[in-house]
């Protein structure tokens, strides 16, 4: 599909722009999957390439270039330049300039959203995305896209549709709700993909206003946001209290709901974690740091099923993409045996 549409792409790219001009476009049906990642099953939809092609200018040359400016600096998803491995670093910069002038006793807030992209409101998300953007092409696209975005709610009764913008809404349960239920009678406007680009963009500006009321209305010099996880540190327990509080209550406005479970305010000095990655600061400054053991669990399970279908090269590659971007802070020791591990699987299990 890829290689037809390159070898006639200027053909196709001229058609793209005939279409958004006269307003005339339409999406191409979508492919829906479910993956499992990091212990978490989603819900995943692949886009044609059309489809993908014009999203991508859309964000890439249109809505990140306007927002970019309006971000706080440890907004670290997505971006050219950030991700996971920059905000892991400012999580560390944070901690020894809080214990230069505190020590470690401190207080770390850590906030996670629940269902964050199944439940971004439509309305609200062009509503930010327009106070950003003035272009009317940009504007027809992203209303078109939303809408394309709504889910089919007729099996709802009459009271569950009242409240169903303010109801945690799961599109894996939503799944397994039977086709012939949903009939198109009903729609609710909220919901994202996450395949699709639009909701990566909107993963990063959704929650903008919230970062911007800790950072600038609050003053929490040590605050950070990846997506959906963020984090605040500050010396009065009281205040990160305080602070979660009107999180929530902003969030709500949002339709954003607060995972109680694992947002939570714990000590420097305990261990906590963010982001797969344990955590603690000791009285002498040193920031002890480890993966989550549960990552490192994952990994090996993962070794043995791939090494019976990969040749020892390939098991290798794998590995040490995986190891690379998973445990850089392992012990020797887990070092030592994740090693010996894939040199017995590449020995006894890969294909010769």
Not at 232 to 249: G, P, S, V, Y
Not at 259 to 279: A, C, G
Request: charged content about 30%.
């Amino acid at each position: 599909m890829v290689q037809r549409y390159e070898t006639d792409y200027l053909s196709n790219i001229a058609k793209h722009v005939r279409d958004i001009r006269d307003r005339t476009y339409t999406l191409s049906p979508a492919t829906s999957f479910v993956i499992r990642e990091r212990g978490k099953v989603r819900a995943i939809r692949g886009e044609h390439i059309d489809d993908r092609v014009v999203k991508h200018v859309l964000c890439d040359e249109i809505l990140l270039p306007a927002i970019k400016p309006r971000l706080i600096h440890d907004n670290g998803a997505s971006l050219k330049g950030k991700g996971v491995a920059f905000t892991r670093r400012r999580l560390l910069q944070h901690l020894r300039a809080f214990y230069r002038q505190r020590g470690n006793n401190g207080y770390i807030l850590l906030m996670d959203f629940s269902k964050f992209y199944d439940n971004i409101r439509h309305k609200e998300l062009f509503r930010i995305l327009m106070k950003h953007v003035n272009d009317p092409h940009a504007a027809y696209l992203i209303d078109y896209i939303l809408q394309n975005e709504c889910v089919d709610v007729s099996y709802m009764t009459p009271e569950q549709y009242a409240v169903c913008m303010d109801t945690l809404f799961s599109s894996l349960e939503y799944n397994e709700i039977p086709t012939h239920l949903k009939t198109g009678s009903l729609w609710m406007d909220k919901h994202l993909d996450i395949g699709d680009q639009l909701a990566q963009v909107a993963g990063i500006v959704y929650p903008a206003e919230i970062d911007q009321y800790v950072k600038t209305v609050k003053g929490v010099k040590y605050y950070a946001r990846y997506m959906d996880d963020s984090y605040a540190i500050h010396q009065d327990k009281e205040f990160l209290r305080d602070l979660q509080k009107e999180i929530t209550a902003k969030a709500a406005t949002l339709g954003i709901t607060i995972n109680q479970r694992k947002t939570r305010i714990v000590p420097l000095s305990s261990h906590w974690s963010f982001l797969q990655t344990r955590y603690r600061l000791t009285a002498t400054g040193r920031i002890e740091c480890k993966p989550c053991q549960t990552k490192i669990v994952r990994g090996r399970r993962k070794m043995r099923k791939l090494a019976p279908i990969m040749t020892a090269k390939q098991l290798d590659d794998w590995f040490r993409s995986w190891y690379n971007a998973n445990c850089e802070d392992v012990s020797k020791q887990q070092s030592k045996n994740l090693f010996k591990l894939l040199s017995d699987l590449e020995e006894n299990v890969c294909i010769k």
